[in-house]
């Protein structure tokens, strides 16, 4: 079993930064590959980025890419997820994601933190 828990998020202006963390306990976090995903209101799940358990590999949709930069901190057991330039339309619930499978574009990962809530103003 693995605890995820999110931090870091809150209300930024447009154009702003934000950089959100995912803490793991209960197993070694560098088993496992780790994603991010956001959930806008009245809006489906959306994959935000992916990094490789030893973090050589990341991954990130158009939407986010050159914006957004995930990485991780094995031996704090944490993930990160920098994001840079913000737009109202990144307000969403952000959770993060972990499962030995490897990017799980629709969200089939095994364990899921709680989410924190990210609101971008105009």
């Known amino acids: 079993q693995v605890q995820l828990v999110e931090s870091g998020g809150g209300l930024v202006q447009a154009g702003g930064s934000l950089r959100l963390s995912c803490a793991a306990s209960?197993?070694?976090?560098?088993?496992?590959?780790m994603a991010w995903f956001r959930q806008a209101p009245g809006k489906e799940r959306e994959f935000v980025a992916a990094i490789s358990g030893s973090g050589g590999s990341t991954y990130y949709p158009d939407s986010v890419k050159g914006r957004f930069t995930v990485s991780r901190d094995n031996a704090r057991n944490t993930v990160y997820l920098q994001m840079y330039s913000l737009k109202p339309e990144d307000t969403a619930v952000y959770y993060c994601?972990?499962?030995?499978?490897?990017?799980?574009?629709?969200?089939?990962?095994?364990?899921w933190g709680q989410g924190t809530r990210v609101t971008v103003s105009s």
């Open positions: 209960g197993r070694t976090l560098g088993t496992y590959h």
């Open positions: 994601a972990a499962d030995h499978r490897w990017l799980l574009l629709g969200g089939g990962y095994a364990y």
